[in-house]
């Protein structure tokens, strides 16, 4: 039996709609600053995505495309800058940066309470203690999309393929928050098929096409595609092969339309908390 599409562009629509409602209800003031260094194609169209929701939730948008070959000085002059701008309720700089620029160091300038991608190192360790005002966008948007399918995450097992801090990880630790029995693969598991097939939810995060395949999978388990990967013909693949696992799982996320749309509608939500925040 085919498995159920979960679709993350109408479940990402409805969180933005609340995020647009609650503003326009509460009259808040609510502002974004996306900051791109370079002009890396993918990166433009991430910035130009998150510029056209924060338009359609009522967020106003900052944006500041800086030239690659900015100093690194001037990028953390102008994260200062933000943090001290009242207008601003949240600060994204758009990763990866050029190479000679330590992304470290720029997001550890970032102030923790404008730190919308949660990825300061003060919301990392809050995360890991489950007391947390931002939750990382990609996995805060995976645990929208397995909610949506109505499956109980509490006593399941639950596989994160990928170990990376912005998404491996942080997923990782919200599955446990929500009870789950977590396990974490990454490069050097031995025998990941079969540590995969224990998964009643599996979440692919290792951004290698096609990486996934039916035989890895449970039979009805939720499938969470995380991965991007842009193809030679320069359409997008997620990390699952979509064609056989959709066969065999209950649930799954397609790419493009799954995970995508989300990690912007979690950014929409959490500069509405950050706005909140620091209104207080
Ligand atoms: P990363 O390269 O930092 O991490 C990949 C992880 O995969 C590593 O932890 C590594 O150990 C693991 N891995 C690599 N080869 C493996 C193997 N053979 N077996 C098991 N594990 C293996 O990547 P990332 O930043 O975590 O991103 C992962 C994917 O998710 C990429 O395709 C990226 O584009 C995508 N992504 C999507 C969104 C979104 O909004 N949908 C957001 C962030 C990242």
């Known amino acids: 039996m085919a498995a159920k599409i979960i679709d993350g562009k109408t479940i990402s629509a409805a969180v933005k709609e609340q995020v647009r409602a609650e503003i326009e209800r509460d009259r808040i003031k609510a502002g974004l600053a996306v ?83 949660a990825f300061h190192e003060m919301n990392v360790g809050k995360i890991m203690i489950g007391n947390y005002a931002f939750l990382p966008c990609t996995p805060a948007g995976c645990m929208e999309l397995i909610r949506s399918t109505g499956v109980d995450i509490a006593g399941k ?4 393929i990928g170990r990376s801090n912005i998404v491996g990880k942080p997923m990782a630790m919200l599955l446990l928050h929500a009870n789950g029995t977590v396990t974490v693969c990454h490069s050097k598991t031995h025998d990941l098929p079969e540590v995969c097939r224990r998964a009643d939810i599996l979440i692919a995060a290792v951004g290698k096409p096609n990486f996934v395949t039916a035989d890895m999978v449970k039979p009805g388990a939720v499938v969470i595609d995380v991965g991007i990967n842009r193809m030679e013909n320069g359409k997008l693949c997620g990390d699952v092969k979509f064609d056989e696992v959709s066969e065999k799982a209950g649930f799954i996320t397609p790419v493009p ?24």
């Open 35 to 117: 900051v791109i260094v370079g002009d890396d194609p993918a990166s433009r169209v991430y910035v130009n995505n998150k510029k056209k929701a924060c338009e359609l939730c009522g967020i106003q948008s900052f944006e500041y495309a800086l030239p690659a070959e900015t100093s690194e000085e001037q990028l953390l002059e102008l994260v200062d800058t933000l943090n001290s701008d009242d207008k601003v309720n949240g600060i994204l700089v758009q990763l990866p940066l050029p190479k000679h620029l330590d992304e470290k160091k720029v997001i550890e300038r970032i102030s923790p309470l404008k730190d919308v991608d």
């Open 257 to 280: 339309g799954g995970v995508g749309p989300m990690t912007i509608a979690m950014l929409m939500r959490n500069t509405l908390t950050a706005a909140k925040i620091q209104a207080k």
């Open 157 to 160: 097992e639950c596989v994160v």
